[in-house]
C-alpha cells in the first residue's frame, strides 16, 4: 500500500514511518519523509520526526527518515532528498 515503494525498492526505514492510507485523505496534515542525506543537513544530529519543513508554500511535518540512496553513479554521494 502506502509505504510498499521503499520496500518493494529495499530503502530501510530509519527513524519513524512510512506514508499510510490515512495520508492519503484530503483532510490529512501534509507530512513527508526524508533521506538521511537531508535530515543530517537541516537536523544534524537532532531527530527531525515530527519537526516542520516548508517545501511548495506550506509546512510539512516529518514522519520518517530513510536510507540514502545513489541515484544515477556509485561515485556521486548521495543527495537529500524529498
Known amino acids: 500500500m502506502a509505504g510498499d515503494f521503499f520496500k518493494v525498492v529495499g530503502i530501510p526505514l530509519m527513524r519513524g514511518r512510512f506514508f499510510t492510507e490515512a495520508d492519503n485523505d484530503e483532510k490529512a496534515p501534509k507530512v513527508m519523509i526524508i533521506n538521511e542525506s537531508l535530515a543530517r543537513r ?14 511548495k508554500d506550506a509546512a510539512w511535518e516529518v514522519v520518517g527518515v530513510v536510507g540514502s540512496v545513489r541515484q544515477y553513479q556509485l561515485d556521486v554521494d548521495p543527495q537529500p532528498q524529498v
Open 42 to 55: 537541516f537536523f544534524g544530529e537532532e531527530d527531525p520526526i515530527g519537526r516542520l519543513l516548508h517545501f
